[in-house]
């Protein structure tokens, strides 16, 4: 019973994690255009409270995925799935701080790159989440 709590507090946490990775980039595109100089103020605000909310969504979602491994007796460490899972929790924690870094170069008007490349960087943490998903809940090796 106790299992079923921490893991529904685990997806809880990792959707408003996601949910931050999703629009974080999204402002950088706003963020990155020109045309958009006129509210650069309310970006970096804007920013910096999204990343906040975001980083208590990952830090809770790590913590609450490390009770369900100790919860679980460390099988899961015995599951090539769950190797993989990892992995791409490690790229996705390297986006969070490539995020961080793009947010630092907004806020001190150093950003070099043009809307084109943020609307790229936008789609990473999609893909992660669909295959992370698929990993969780199929377990296909």
Known sequence: MMYEWVKAIHVIFMVTWFAGLFYLPRLYVYHAMPENSGSFALFKIMERRLFAIMTIGA?????FG???IVQGGGVLFQSG???????LIALLIGYHHACYRLMIKFRNDAN???HRWYRWFNEAPSVL??????LAIVKPF
Do not use: G, P, Q, S
């Not at 799935?81 to 992995?87: A, G, P, Q, T, V």
């Not at 989440?129 to 698929?134: G, K, Q």
């Open 59 to 63: 830090v809770i979602t790590a913590v």
């Open 66 to 68: 490390i009770i369900m």
């Open 81 to 87: 799935w769950f190797h993989f899972k990892l992995l």
């Open 112 to 114: 070099t790159r043009d």
């Open 129 to 134: 989440l669909i295959v992370i998903v698929i």
